[in-house]
């Protein structure tokens, strides 16, 4: 699961690190991710995943790294070996 | 009927507000403007010795400026575009027709170049923009505009077309973060001299359906936006009457603005809600300018 939001990431973040080079925990709105981007990159998510971020998770710390994103992926049932 | 009238009716029946038959859009009376020009010149006066270099744009702004901008990312709900007939002659007797039945009549309006500007910094970044890189002191600029916002409403603090004066700074982010910090101060030390009651908070903005909500948590995590709390009709929900906004980078990289060291320069604005902290006066010191406390007038008319 890690690689496919790492490729989510990677489409939708606008970050200006390559995102092959950021580690699970790097930090993607210091990456250069923008508000805006990250509107984009929750709307990838729930489409890839098929799945609707509940309004407690729609905050900055959801989306703030592939590992944030991954655990809270998983609190939503999307399993990791899926 | 007991019941206390609405502030709205109070205002209309004062003769301040003039109905018009649309919510959120009102005439004003001479006493009512006379007050506006009141408060737009002591949140000058507040500016002190800052050297501003005043800019007025129209009420409407340029379609394509609009549109880069971003507002329609996080604000499409609250946007006023301009329409005009742009048909030939039968088109013409086809909408007196339709008009004329009751009918719609807007089907050959086109949407002009011309977009209502939703808030008065929104015109000037362009503007500095292709002037070239800012000055080492950055920019500091005053304007003032009337603002269209789509949210019609009972609310006479929630106008659809109300004035905002705004102070907006250029620079680096050290500059910029240090007029904000300066104007709310100014903002407190003016609104208390108002003898009105008050209070500060962290806020954010309207943003439209679910990413924004995303986008209100970030911009609250951030400290972007705070805003100066007058309660008019309700305690619990007062009405802001100031806000002090940083954008971080958001217009220096939309307008390609930079700094005297060429980097991308960093903007805030504070803005004033001229109405509002009108309204916020007459509810709270009487419908009568003339009886209002007399420390509250010599802080408006000296
Ligand atoms: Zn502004």
Redesign the interface.
């Known amino acids: 699961m890690i690689e496919r939001i790492r490729k989510l990431v990677a489409e939708f973040a606008g970050t200006n690190v390559d995102v092959g080079k950021l580690g699970d925990d790097g930090d993607l709105y210091r990456a250069g991710m923008t508000s805006h981007a990250s509107v984009q990159l929750m709307l990838g998510l729930e489409e890839a995943f098929d799945i609707e971020f509940p309004e407690d998770l729609l905050t900055p710390d959801t989306f703030s790294s592939i590992s944030a994103i991954a655990k809270a992926l998983d609190g939503l049932g999307v399993g990791v070996a899926s | 009927m007991s019941e206390t009238p609405s502030l709205l009716r109070r205002l209309i029946d004062a003769g301040l507000f003039i109905d018009t038959g649309a919510p959120g859009l009102y005439g004003r009376s001479g006493a009512f403007e006379d007050v506006i020009d009141r408060i737009d010149a002591a949140f000058v006066r507040a500016a002190g010795d800052d050297v501003t270099e005043v800019v007025r744009f129209p009420p409407g702004m340029n379609r394509g400026v609009f549109e880069k901008s ?1 507002y329609l ?2 604000f499409p709900q609250l946007a006023g575009t301009v329409h005009a007939f742009c048909g030939a002659h039968g088109d013409h007797m086809e909408l007196l027709e339709h008009l004329a039945a009751g009918e719609d009549w807007m089907a050959k309006q086109q949407p002009t170049e011309v977009v209502l500007t939703p808030a008065a910094c929104y015109p000037l970044y362009p503007v500095v923009a292709a002037r070239g890189p800012l000055a080492p002191e950055g920019g500091l600029f005053d304007l003032q505009s009337y603002c269209f916002r789509h949210e019609p409403s009972e609310d006479p603090a929630r106008m659809q077309m109300f004035r905002m004066h705004e102070m907006v700074r250029l620079g680096d982010p050290d500059q910029v973060l240090a007029f904000r910090a300066q104007w709310l101060e100014r903002g407190q030390a003016l609104v208390a001299s108002l003898e009105l009651p008050f209070s500060l908070d962290l806020a954010n903005d309207p943003f439209f359906g ?6 209100a ?3 609250r ?1 951030q400290q972007l936006k705070f805003e100066l709390l007058v309660p008019i009709h309700s305690e619990e929900h007062p009405t802001a009457c100031f806000s002090f906004n940083y954008h971080q980078d ?1 217009f220096g990289l939309t307008w390609d603005l930079k700094t005297a060291a060429g980097e991308v320069a960093h903007t805030a604005c504070v803005g004033i809600g001229l109405e509002r902290v009108a309204i916020a006066l007459f509810n709270q010191h009487g419908l009568n300018a003339a009886d209002w406390p007399a420390g509250v007038r010599k802080a408006l008319w000296g």
Request: proline share 0%; net charge positive.
């Open positions: 971003g990312k996080s679910r990413g924004g909500k995303l986008m948590a970030g911009q995590a958001h």
